[in-house]
């Protein structure tokens, strides 16, 4: 139990353009879904949650015009990157909460490079 | 200063031998704490939950110490399986996730 999925796995995408990335709980509800970014060597960054119904808490320094998330049911989050530059490139992974304890189940990672 | 530091190793580690590591915290209100792995270009999959009495599953340990604001993971035996990314969380009290960057251990044949 607790599978998240996403999707696309890996994009490559010019500069400018933007991408979408889904996640979706497989077979829980998820209340919560958190969005992080991890760049190579370095730890997993929060950028926002997301709770469903609701307007995404951005942490600090995450731009939420750019990085538009959108949680509209209990099983499926989407993160755009919008007007995406080279910096964007990064793995972008989401995890989903049930809401019953603090455990987060990740989904697989989506590896997102701009050229 | 980090929210959650870890000495980055990597730990290199004959097979079956024991390695253990610690990751320190700097808030003291932090509830939960757990250790994930991760694999290269994966995400982190959990490996533990670390309670304040300390919990053993099979080879690994893990172990709290709320005083000195410190968790740490043993893992005997190793294995060539065991070699990757060890990631600290700590959550806050609003269940908020902070990741450490990581320990990687590389076990060697």
């Known amino acids: 139990g607790a599978v998240v999925s996403q999707h696309p796995s890996w994009v490559i995408c010019k500069s400018g353009t933007s991408v979408k990335i889904e996640c979706r709980s497989l077979?829980?509800?998820?209340?919560?879904m958190f969005w992080y970014r991890q760049f190579p060597k370095q730890s997993l960054m929060l950028m926002a949650t997301?709770?469903?119904?609701?307007?995404?808490?951005?942490e600090q320094g995450v731009e939420k015009d750019k990085f538009l998330i959108n949680h509209a049911s209990l099983t499926l989050s989407t993160l755009t990157v919008t007007s995406a530059h080279p910096e964007d490139s990064s793995f972008y992974i989401c995890?989903?909460?049930?809401?019953?304890?603090?455990?987060?189940?990740f989904g697989p990672g989506t590896r997102l490079t701009v050229t | 200063r980090k929210e959650v530091e870890q000495d980055p190793g990597p730990f290199n580690v004959p097979e079956g031998a024991t390695v253990a590591f610690n990751c320190t915290y700097s808030?003291?209100?932090?509830?939960?704490f757990f250790w994930y792995r991760q694999d290269c270009r994966k995400e982190p999959k959990l490996l533990m939950s670390?309670?304040?009495s300390g919990n053993e599953d099979g080879r690994f340990t893990a172990q709290l110490n709320r005083a000195s604001q410190y968790i740490s993971l043993l893992i005997r035996d190793s294995k060539l399986s065991d070699s990757a990314t060890y990631l600290c969380?700590?959550?806050?009290?609003?269940?908020?996730?902070?990741f450490g960057a990581g320990t990687q251990v590389v076990v060697t044949p």
């Open positions: 995890s989903a909460s049930s809401g019953r304890d603090y455990e987060q189940y």
């Open positions: 670390v309670y304040s």
């Open positions: 077979d829980f509800q998820a209340t919560t």
């Open positions: 808030n003291s209100a932090s509830q939960s």
């Open positions: 969380v700590v959550t806050d009290s609003w269940g908020k996730f902070q």
């Open positions: 997301s709770n469903e119904g609701s307007k995404a808490t951005y």
